[in-house]
């Protein structure tokens, strides 16, 4: 849904989606053979429709493939290109998402697709019940922001212009080093990489430079096994001074939290329940800043954003315990 949305919001933009199985062959992914071309002596593939035209796409058990599909899938995800009649063609590709139940973990070949998915998330059952609530409520937009290939292309040309800095590129080998101490190895490739990803990310936030704040995403590129995440993101906070992010984060759940429990309920008994678990969960946050505040102070950092953190997370705690348990509502 999330790759069809995007796509969506691509003028001109062409998606596509294919289940992948054991059994999928190369025509279902990349077009069936050409019988003209066959009478010219020419194996060619008639690639309409399939993932080489395409500039969205999503592969589903994307690891179920077959060794034809994935060495082809590794020339287009790496090189953006596509092998048909004898020339390496170039693709309009700009994103594959791929999705998987199972993690691949010894075969070299499934290895080598892996490594190519830059960017990768776990994405569990919601647990919260106020973001439960809110994907059950969550409507279509009516109208959706949209942007042209040629702005597309644009925008990463102007991300591979933002500079990295020297003493951020020494805090990325200093992360490596520390990361391999914990036994998480990532490839050469996955941390060159990882530089286009934290350059847009500057670039959205309309930073001409690289800053420490945009390390927060490699908490998503640097790990291997889905375990690995938390040392991934300890380095991270240790290295670059992550504290920042981690106080900005709590704040951000707090005001969901806050919009979630303001919304219009059915009746009063309804309204207390969600200000009941609305106050526990802040103050569960708040609970959390307070002790990241007192570990900025013990290595002496700067904990102005997390003072700042516990200031709007207490506001928040007041609001809720005002609108829900400690006065009448309106």
């Known amino acids: 849904m999330l790759a069809e949305e995007v796509c969506r919001r691509i003028e001109g933009g062409v998606y596509f989606s ?21 009478e010219r002596d020419e194996y060619r593939r008639v690639t309409t429709g399939k993932l080489p035209e395409a500039h969205i796409a999503f592969l589903d058990e994307v690891f179920k493939a ?57 994405v569990d059952y919601i647990q919260e019940d106020f973001r439960f609530l809110k994907m059950l409520t969550l409507e279509q937009p009516s109208r959706r922001t949209t942007l042209t290939i040629s702005e597309l292309d644009d925008l990463a040309a102007r991300a591979a212009r933002v500079r990295v800095p020297d003493s951020f590129l020494n805090d990325l080998a200093a992360l490596r080093r520390d990361l391999g101490g914990r036994g998480v190895i990532a490839s050469d490739r996955r941390y060159r990489g990882s530089l286009a990803v934290l350059r847009a990310h500057a670039l959205l936030h309309g930073r001409t430079a690289v800053a420490s704040e945009d390390a927060a995403l490699l908490s998503h590129i640097l790990w291997t096994e889905p375990g690995e995440i938390p040392e991934v993101e300890a380095s991270i906070a240790a290295l670059t001074r992550g504290h920042a992010t981690e106080a900005q984060r709590l704040v951000f759940q707090a005001r969901e939290v806050l919009a979630w429990v303001r919304r219009d309920w059915p009746d009063e008994e309804a309204a207390t329940r969600a200000a009941v678990e609305a106050h526990k969960k802040v103050a569960d946050l708040l609970h959390r800043a307070q002790a990241l505040r007192a570990r900025v102070g013990e290595k002496g950092l700067d904990a102005e954003p997390v003072e700042a953190a516990v200031r709007e997370l207490e506001e928040i705690r007041s609001a809720i315990l005002a609108d829900g348990l400690g006065a009448e509502r309106q």
């Open 18 to 38: 294919w289940l992948l199985t054991k059994f999928t062959t190369p025509e279902e992914v990349f077009g069936a053979i050409s019988l003209q071309g066959l």
């Open 66 to 122: 077959s060794s034809a599909i994935l060495n082809a899938l590794l020339t287009i995800l790496n090189e953006r290109r596509f092998h048909n009649a004898g020339r390496a063609d170039p693709v309009p590709l700009r994103c594959l998402v791929g999705a998987t139940n199972e993690v691949p973990e010894e075969e070299e070949d499934l290895a080598a697709l892996y490594d190519r998915f830059l960017v990768r998330f776990v």
